[in-house]
């Protein structure tokens, strides 16, 4: 009996290029590369493009790992186990080096003006202007000299080349209209065509999962698969994401780079899911974890259409995680928007200034603490939750905004006096300090003064958050702690 070759372990790639900002749509394609790999046991590599030295800063590089490590978490992808594609420079030139002696490329010694003037007379007659094949069947003579040259792929002219796509489906090129390009600059640097075939090949790549907009360069890539003798990988090019409006998606809609959600106060597992699910269906279930997504994601439940990204539902999905999410964590998310930002909600919004913000984050983190579960079961994103724990961030006597101020008029004053005498001594001690007790108190204060409850609870929520909105009273009294509670209620009283 013969046995069965054991399958190829799968090994996807995400080859991102240092632009500036990781954009949500290769946020996406990092995602289903990595989850592709995952449901089916195998591995997926980081490997960055930069070998546009102009582009590919230290910064733009750093901007890539914070945003993956904060997408992803920072162990998916180790830096030392990165491939630069910079550092396989001399393998790329020894590749086209090799096609040249197999005949499978040749030097072109066109100059750039010669290449505009054949364009532009091809534009003039109506034809392609690709480019025309002169150096093709030419070989160089004395004249060439030491001249520059470049190496093109000599391409395959008659036939198709087809690519079964898992997501395109069977997509044809004509070989006619795929001309014979560039592998090797004059300078000796290789294209981005030539250096991501030797990198995929090097690194064992099985299926390349990437942007539709690369779909054409998946029939010239594999061009020089064939005429490298090498196994082409498998693709899946994937639709690009669309804004609300059904237009590409850009920074006019609103965030794009990854690390402009976090600053929105979206938490990583709620962007994971939200992403995951942009573009493939499985089921109706908006909410699926990281784990269930691993185990379970394929590549012919992605969407052919262009997925339209929604912001509201980006939002209910974060709601979601807030809820769920650990107390001690959103703390420290908060915190790290407050420094990141410079907020400082204790002004009011009057000028930003980290430092203070951070300050008495820091000077009032048990406060925080306390008040964090009361926050995320309100707030659609960390940073709503921030500027609703405004109140808790200011020192006595707190800054009271213009219409709370309003509120605080003679009488007003007069019957917090009452209700801070009231509470004290029915509530006299840290442990009689409930939030039922405070509400018990409040209610029946407000009865003896045959009051209704929010006649007396508006001034006195001025009093103690200093704006006329904030979380339910009863929490934000419980959060301050008796003393605090009763100081900032004193402050603005008048005793009769
Ligand atoms: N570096 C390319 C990009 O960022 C992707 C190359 C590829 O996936 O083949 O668009």
Redesign the pocket.
Known sequence: MTQKPPAKPIVTRF???PTGYLHVG?ARTALFSYLYAKANGGVCKLRV?DTDKARSTDDAIDKIFEGLGWLMGADVWPRDETVFQSKNVTRHAAVAQEMLDSGNAYKCFATPEELDKMRNAARTEGRSPRYDGRWRDRAPGPEQGNAPFVVRLKAEQDGVTVINDHVQGRVEFRNDVLDDLVLLRSDGTPTYMLA?VVDDHDMGVTH?I??DD?LI?AGRQNQIYKALGWDAPEYAHLPLIHGPDGAKLSKRHGAVAVADFRDMGILSDAMFNYLVRLGWSSGDEEIISRKDAARSFDLDRVNKAAARFDYAKLESVNRHYLKAADDKMLLAEMTYLVGKLGLDPGSFGDGANADAGLKSLRAHEQRFLSLVPVLKERSPTVLEMIKDAAFAFVDRPIPIEPKALKLLNDDNRSLLGRLHEALGDALSNDAAWTTEAIEAQIRSFAEAEDLGFGKVAQPLRASVAGRMQSPGLFDVLYCLGRAESLARLADQAKSD
């Open positions: 080859a991102p290029s290769n493009e991501v390349v990437r942007g690369h360069n």
